[in-house]
T-cell receptor, first 114, second 112 residues
Framework: DSGVTQTPKHLITATGQRVTLRCSPRSGDLSVYWYQQSLDQGLQFLIQYYNGEERAKGNILERFSAQQFPDLHSELNLSSLELGDSALYFC?????????????FGQGTRLTVV | GESVGLHLPTLSVQEGDNSIINCAYSNSASDYFIWYKQESGKGPQFIIDIRSNMDKRQGQRVTVLLNKTVKHLSLQIAATQPGDSAVYFCAETGNTGNQFYFGTGTSLTVIP
């Protein structure tokens, strides 16, 4: 158990809908990262937050947004969903603001858009 | 931008043999590298890391080698066990050092 908790584990929704994925980082970790993993693909970095502030942005679509709350949990909001958004979404956390330090991953949320 | 690639998408080894998984990276400014293991249905799990001021680091049954000259990273697993069957990703920190860039992964299958 990495200590990173993601909910829900599975999510099935229709195209055009909006969903929210939730992540609770490890105790003491201030950084939260979101990654997308499509079928047979590697992990694509979406966005990072550190202590409530956006720190880095990767290949995140404009339809997607995230935030980190004062209690350090984070939410990833996906809107106007398309079939191609079906993927595993991982949250990771680390103690530092940036590298180099290892990040610990949650078990992921499997999103299926139908 | 950064790119991290893997030489082989799949690797099959006999139980008890040593495994070597390779990875190429493109950003010569990267200063930290990690190997992750991902089992089916689970999140990536940290295996071992190495900083750019080192060329070798050993863990329990695993060794990571870093060749900065050719921008190559490898993971060696000694006495591979069935429980080692998984997808292995290498990852690097890019210029910002704020996120990791992952390769597409190598699927390791251990044959009993």
């Amino acid at each position: 158990d990495s200590g990173v908790t993601q909910t829900p584990k599975h999510l099935i929704t229709a195209t055009g809908q909006r969903v929210t994925l939730r992540c609770s980082p490890r105790s003491g970790d201030l950084s939260v990262y979101w990654y997308q993993q499509s079928l047979d693909q590697g992990l694509q970095f979406l966005i990072q937050y550190y202590n409530g502030e956006e720190r880095a942005k990767g290949n995140i679509l404009e339809r997607f947004s995230a935030q980190q709350f004062p209690d350090l949990h984070s939410e990833l909001n996906l809107s106007s969903l398309e079939l191609g958004d079906s993927a595993l979404y991982f949250c990771a956390s680390s103690v530092a603001a940036g590298g180099p330090t290892e990040a610990f991953f949650g078990q992921g949320t499997r999103l299926t858009v139908v | 931008g950064e790119s991290v690639g893997l030489h082989l998408p799949t690797l099959s080894v006999q139980e008890g043999d040593n495994s070597i998984i390779n990875c190429a990276y493109s950003n010569s400014a990267s200063d930290y590298f990690i190997w992750y293991k991902q089992e089916s249905g689970k999140g990536p799990q940290f295996i071992i890391d190495i900083r750019s001021n080192m060329d070798k680091r050993q863990g329990q049954r695993v060794t990571v080698l870093l060749n900065k000259t050719v921008k190559h990273l490898s993971l060696q697993i000694a006495a591979t066990q069935p429980g080692d069957s998984a997808v292995y990703f290498c990852a690097e920190t890019g210029n910002t050092g704020n996120q990791f860039y992952f390769g597409t992964g190598t699927s390791l299958t251990v044959i009993p």
